[in-house]
């Protein structure tokens, strides 16, 4: 029982910690990871919420890994109260977390802490191995599904969620939202730091993965 809370304690502080590095990473202005691109685009164009929209982001990958899957799936349905729990939370930070004047050293500063900080929590709630996040689960049911490479997906999924982005806001005629240096800087260091973290620290988590 102890260590089911504990468990279940390091994935609510992980998902909290991913909620707050999005939010710190668009605070940054810098451009957003590849795998927030599409929803934070799509907030700032039809004036919803980030969390709104990462909702509706994710409930449409939920509907594409059931529709890959051919079948109803328990891990992939508990990904609906994730997808509705994590937009609530980056609501919540998106407004408590007030809009920053910073220089540029200032904004590369933040970007390197919100990088940091969404690292620690994809690595909190990943390890805990409780529910994917939608991204993640669709990820992984196209590799299971065609026989491809996790890593290969993971990596050809975050360059069409860009693409999709560019192409969503050329379309509608409006400024490529959320793309820029931040966004290079979050695909070559947060699989990275990540890394460091599964060497250092994988002993934590020993107990979760038998």
Request: aromatic content about 16%; proline content about 2%; some cysteine.
């Amino acid at each position: 029982m102890r260590k089911t809370m504990e468990r279940f304690g390091l994935f609510f502080i992980g998902i909290n910690l991913l909620a707050v590095g999005i939010i710190l990473n668009t605070r940054s202005d810098l451009g957003v990871a590849a795998f927030t691109s599409f929803f934070y685009a799509l907030s700032k164009i039809t004036g919803i919420s980030l969390g709104t929209a990462s909702i509706l982001v994710y409930f449409v990958l939920i509907v594409l890994q059931l529709f890959l899957l051919r079948k109803g799936s328990i891990p992939v349905l508990l990904q609906i109260p994730f997808s509705l729990a994590f937009g609530v939370l980056t609501d919540f930070y998106d407004f408590v977390i007030p809009e920053m004047d910073l220089s540029v050293g200032g904004r590369i500063l933040l970007l390197s802490l919100a990088i940091w900080v969404t690292s620690v929590g994809v690595y909190l709630y990943t390890n805990c191995r409780l529910v994917m996040t939608p991204v993640e689960g669709t990820v992984q049911t196209i590799a299971d599904r065609f026989g491809f490479r996790f890593s290969l997906v993971k990596n050809c999924f975050d360059f069409s969620m860009l693409l999709l982005t560019v192409l969503f806001c050329l379309l509608l005629k409006q400024p490529v939202f959320g793309i820029g240096a931040g966004t290079v800087f979050s695909a070559l260091f947060l699989g990275r730091i990540i890394g460091i973290y599964e060497k250092r620290f994988s002993f934590l988590f020993d107990a979760y993965a038998k």
